[in-house]
């Protein structure tokens, strides 16, 4: 079973992904933590989004690996699973720029599908993914795929929360403007507005519609 969330920054992807892993034993793919983790080797690197020729050099540097803790896939860059400095402002920052290059996106495309069988040769009953682009782009074909939205104040909310810098709108706008692989709703996805609920109320209505019991329009 593949099931794909998207959605914008701070949309509730991670919480109920991860609650949905548990629920129906997923591996769980938080593909916006490759990016995040590739900007962080971008900018240790001194590449810069204004020229694609620093970003293909660099990447002609990097090796992917998987390695799975818990539920969790985890990127792997040269061997080393990068830290907590994936959520600092600079990445926060750069991070949808980097995004927006077609080969830094093509870097990732095959070791995201590949995520599929790393599921199936472990102990899950499937992968959930989420991104940006998963039910568009990664597996259109996946069985189930949601939209997450929310209110753009309360996403703002949400990262400072957890005390994060982060320009959530701004993030969306440069994520969906741009040419490949924009965030946009997949036709046919389940969408649902999560400003007032809470991630539990999400888990819930979306493993209502994995078990069929619930059509959300
Ligand atoms: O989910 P997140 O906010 O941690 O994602 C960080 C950035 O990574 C997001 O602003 C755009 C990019 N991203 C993407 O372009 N495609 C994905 N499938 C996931 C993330």
Known sequence: MIVAIDGGAASGKSSTARALSERFNLLHSDTGSYYRALTAEMLRQGASPESVDSVKRALENIRLATRVEGRSARIEINGHLPGEEIRSPEVN?????????????????????????????????????????????????ADFRFFLHADPAERERRRLKQGQVDKVAERDRLDSSRKTAPLSRSAGSVSIDTTTLTIAEVADLMASVIEGKAAVP
């Open 93 to 141: 920052a750069a991070v949808s720029h980097f995004a927006a290059i077609p080969e830094l996106r093509a870097s990732l495309l095959a070791y995201q599908r590949g995520q599929a069988d790393t599921a199936r040769g472990g102990r899950f009953a499937g992968l959930v993914m989420e991104g940006r682009d998963i039910g568009s782009v990664i597996f259109p074909d």
